[in-house]
């Protein structure tokens, strides 16, 4: 995941992603072993957008 470029791929494939789905990917990679419930998320990523 390329968070400047927006970027994401698997095994070294490009994956197309909603700004919204590229959002729930960064979180979640960000919280890698910790559990994040869809109301965090919800808050984390509208929140953001908001600003």
Not at 20 to 37: A, H, P
């Amino acid at each position: 995941m390329n968070i400047k470029t927006h970027e994401c791929f698997l095994n070294e494939e490009p994956i197309t992603l909603t700004p919204t789905e590229f959002s729930i990917l960064r979180i979640l990679l960000e919280s890698k072993g910790n559990v994040v419930s869809s109301e965090d998320l919800f808050h984390k990523i509208w929140r953001d957008e908001s600003k």
